[in-house]
């Protein structure tokens, strides 16, 4: 019942610099319940892996060892949106980035499972 709606994907050199913004809406956050944003990718004939994720606050983040310190989730609880904003970008990266909500943060939250909304996607291409 929460609609995320992913923007700011494109075409981007190697090293360079993107950021990924997740708009969330919906009844959910309308009666301002608690909700976890994840991030998660998903290449051609690949699985769809865990990028990163955020708690309702913001406070608690976690990160895939592929991109941290790299990567770096936060969000905007005024205007409702989530970002991702992502640097030292490698070709590796290319893939197809998705939002996603659940209701509660746990121990784990890099299951795509967990998640019961999903974004439409947005395109990362990384060039070489």
């Known amino acids: 019942q929460v609609q995320l709606v992913e923007s700011g994907g494109g075409l981007v050199q190697s090293g360079g610099s993107l950021t990924l913004s997740c708009a969330v809406s919906?009844?959910?956050?309308?009666?301002?319940?608690?909700?976890?944003v994840g991030w998660f990718r998903q290449a051609p004939g690949k699985e769809r892996e865990f990028v990163a994720a955020?708690?309702?606050?913001?406070?608690?983040?976690n990160y895939a060892d592929s991109v941290k310190g790299r990567f770096t989730v936060s969000r905007d609880n005024v205007k409702n949106t989530v970002s991702l904003e992502m640097t030292s970008l490698k070709p590796e990266d290319t893939a197809v980035y998705y939002c996603?909500?659940?209701?509660?943060?746990?121990?784990?939250?890099?299951?795509?499972?967990?998640?019961?909304?999903w974004g439409q996607g947005t395109q990362v291409t990384v060039s070489s």
């Open positions: 955020t708690s309702s606050t913001g406070r608690s983040t």
């Open positions: 919906g009844r959910i956050f309308r009666d301002n319940s608690p909700y976890v």
């Open positions: 996603a909500a659940k209701t509660t943060w746990s121990i784990i939250n890099y299951l795509p499972s967990q998640y019961s909304d």
